[in-house]
C-alpha cells in the first residue's frame, strides 16, 4: 500500500491571512515613524523659533543697559534726558548700538510696523545726532528684527517721581501723569518731564505660532557720565 504524500508548503488562504497580518503590521510602523517625525519636525520648528526670539533677546541687553541718562538740551533750551517712549515706538541714545556694539553713541529708534501678515519690530540707528537741532533720521535704513509678529508693544516701568512738597495733587493736571507715589508700568513715557529714564523697559509679543513672549530689560538709572557731545551733520 502506498503512502500518501504530505503537500509541502502554504495553501492560498494561508499565504492571504499572512500578509494580511504583516500589511497591519506595517500600516501600524509606518504610522508611528509619520507621527515620530512629525514631532520631531514640529520639535525643530519650536527650537528654532525661540532659537530665534532668544537670539534678537540677547541683542537687547547691552543696548538698553548702555542706554544715556546724560542731561541733554532739547530744541527751546530745556535740559534733560532723553528718551522718548509709547507703545509702538521710542528713541534714546545708547552706548551700545545693536548694530556696531559698545564704544560708540548712537540715537536709537525702535518701531512696531505692520506689515501683510502681522507686525514688525524695526530698529534703526544715527551717529553724530543732534539731540538739540532734533534729530534728523534722513534715509537712515531700518533693519527688521523680529518678522511676522501677531502683536508687538512697548511699556516703560516708571520709577516714583515727586514733586518737592511730595504731594501729586499739586502739579498741573496736564502734568501729573508724569508724577507717581510708587513705580508702575506704563504706555508713555517723557525723559524730559519725567527727570529720568525708565527703570526698565517691557516688550511684548506673540509670534505666529501664538507664543506670548515678554521680555523685561534694566535701563541704566543714573550715569556717571559728563553730557556727551555730539558733532553736527
Known amino acids: 500500500m ?3 504524500k504530505r503537500q509541502q508548503g502554504f495553501t492560498i488562504i494561508e499565504l492571504l491571512v499572512a500578509l494580511t497580518i504583516f500589511s497591519s503590521v506595517l500600516a501600524i510602523t509606518l504610522t508611528a515613524f509619520d507621527q515620530g517625525v512629525n514631532t520631531w519636525k514640529r520639535s525643530l520648528r519650536g527650537m528654532s523659533q525661540q532659537q530665534y526670539v532668544l537670539k534678537r533677546e540677547a541683542w537687547f541687553y547691552p ?4 542706554a544715556i541718562s546724560a542731561q541733554y538740551v532739547y530744541p527751546g533750551g530745556s535740559l534733560g ?6 507703545p509702538s515706538e521710542m528713541q534714546f541714545i545708547s552706548a551700545s548700538p545693536v548694530l556696531t556694539g559698545p564704544g560708540r553713541t548712537a540715537a536709537i529708534q525702535l518701531r512696531v ?9 524695526e530698529y534703526r540707528q544715527k551717529f553724530n545726532a543732534d539731540i538739540q537741532r532734533g534729530i534728523n533720521w534722513g534715509d537712515e535704513q531700518w533693519f527688521v528684527l ?4 501677531k502683536t508687538i508693544r ?8 515727586l ?3 511730595g504731594d501729586v495733587r499739586s502739579v498741573e493736571l496736564r502734568y501729573q501723569q508724569y508724577y507717581r507715589d510708587a513705580p508702575e508700568w506704563i504706555t508713555h513715557f517723557t525723559a524730559k518731564l519725567e527727570e529720568s529714564l525708565p527703570n526698565r523697559v517691557g516688550i511684548q509679543f506673540e509670534t505666529a505660532n501664538s507664543q506670548t513672549w515678554q521680555w523685561e530689560f534694566p535701563v541704566i538709572y543714573h550715569s556717571d557720565a559728563l553730557s556727551p557731545m555730539f558733532g553736527r551733520g
Open 81 to 86: 534726558a532723553y528718551f522718548e517712549g509709547s
Open 63 to 66: 543696548l538698553f543697559e548702555q
Open 163 to 165: 514733586p518737592f512738597n
Open 2 to 4: 502506498e503512502e500518501v
Open 154 to 161: 512697548f511699556s516703560y516701568y516708571a520709577g516714583q517721581h
Open 146 to 149: 523680529l518678522e511676522g509678529m
Open 113 to 121: 510696523k505692520a506689515n501683510g501678515s502681522g507686525f514688525n519690530l
